[in-house]
Nanobody
Framework: QVQLVESGGDLVQTGGSLRLSCTAS????????MGWFRQAPGGQRELVAT???????NYADSVKDRFAISRDGSKKTVYLQMNNLKPEDTAVYYC?????????WGQGTQVTVSS
């Protein structure tokens, strides 16, 4: 069974940085695509950043130039480096992975940015 475990969420001040990790139970190169989504209180889950198996990345406009997605196959882990955090980045961040039509989600990690 595929499992995704996120970590790294925390309370940080505006302008601060965090790095989120998503560790998979299988070789991450078996996934067609992995990425990060977030959901703020009362809001819908939205895309933050994705990376496909070939390494191509995609970012939400709101995080371009501030966030970076990366991966380490030896650790079965995908990262989200978040810099210059803003209060509007406050949300639960979820890791998502896809194998063809199968979609897997992690349990989420809370990021709170104080003003």
């Amino acid at each position: 069974q595929v499992q995704l475990v996120e970590s790294g969420g925390d309370l940080v001040q505006t302008g601060g940085s965090l790095r989120l990790s998503c560790t998979a139970s299988i070789n991450i190169f078996e996934f067609n695509r992995m990425g990060w989504f977030r959901q703020a209180p009362g809001g819908q889950r939205e895309l933050v950043a994705t990376m496909n198996v070939g390494g191509r990345t995609n970012y939400a406009d709101s995080v371009k130039d501030r966030f970076a997605i990366s991966r380490d196959g030896s650790k079965k882990t995908v990262y989200l480096q978040m810099n210059n955090l803003k209060p509007e980045d406050t949300a639960v961040y979820y890791c998502k992975a896809e194998i063809l039509t199968r979609v897997y989600w992690g349990q989420g990690t809370q990021v709170t940015v104080s003003s």
